[in-house]
T-cell receptor, first 113, second 111 residues
């Protein structure tokens, strides 16, 4: 049973560029959340998608946007990258009707230079 | 969601029980206590959650005080692979609610 799959695992981008990160949820899960984790800190909630719509959003600027597809997979897009966007980006999936716990992927390490 | 307080770090000898405390003095009646852990370079992993009764699963036990203002996660026989950052999170049940992570406790299991 595949868990949450994220791609790519590592990425290096230049300031001002745009990036797209991808996430495939665990089989049977229909809700996807994205988190940003800076070095040495706990993950910070970016937003959550359910039924292809953004349901909840954390304190992140509009440069951060996302999408959920009919197969429940999701993308996180970040525009106009800043050095401060360098972090581990985590995707977590859950089931709206199942046990209330999240399954996390191993993340995408984004470095902005 | 209620705020939690955890010690920044703890050590535990391999094979011994690891007892990780968490204070959540402002917890509301409908808020659950969740524990996740994050092993280096991996995503957080769900461990256990509870409302007011003690809970046990194959990974750990969760002891919640009667007034629900604090809890303890117990790993009965810690191994080197239990070395991780452990996060105590208090939140209302419901998948629409995000997880609010604090700084957690870095548990180091020593050989």
């Amino acid at each position: 049973d595949a868990g949450v799959t994220q791609s790519p695992t590592h990425l290096i981008k230049t300031r001002g560029q745009q990036v797209t990160l991808r996430c495939s949820p665990k089989s049977g899960h229909d809700t996807v959340s994205w988190y940003q984790q800076a070095l040495g800190q706990g993950p910070q909630f970016i937003f959550q998608y359910y039924e292809e719509e953004e349901r909840q959003r954390g304190n992140f600027p509009d440069r951060f946007s996302g999408h959920q597809f009919p197969n429940y997979s999701s993308e996180l897009n970040v525009n106009a990258l800043l050095l401060g966007d360098s972090a581990l980006y985590l995707c977590a999936s859950s089931s709206e009707s199942g046990p209330n716990r999240y399954t996390f992927g191993s993340g995408t390490r984004l470095t902005v230079v | 969601d209620a705020k939690t307080t955890q010690p920044p770090s703890m050590d535990c000898a391999e094979g011994r029980a690891a007892n990780l405390p968490c204070n959540h003095s402002t917890i509301s009646g409908n808020e659950y206590v969740y524990w996740y852990r994050q092993i280096h370079s991996q995503g957080p992993q769900y461990i256990i959650h509870g409302l007011k009764n003690n809970e046990t699963n194959e990974m750990a036990s969760l002891i919640i005080t009667e007034d629900r203002k604090s809890s303890t996660l117990i790993l009965p026989h810690a191994t080197l692979r239990d070395t991780a950052v452990y996060y105590c999170i208090v939140r209302v049940m419901g998948s629409a609610r995000q997880l609010t992570f604090g700084s957690g406790t870095q548990l180091t299991v020593l050989p």
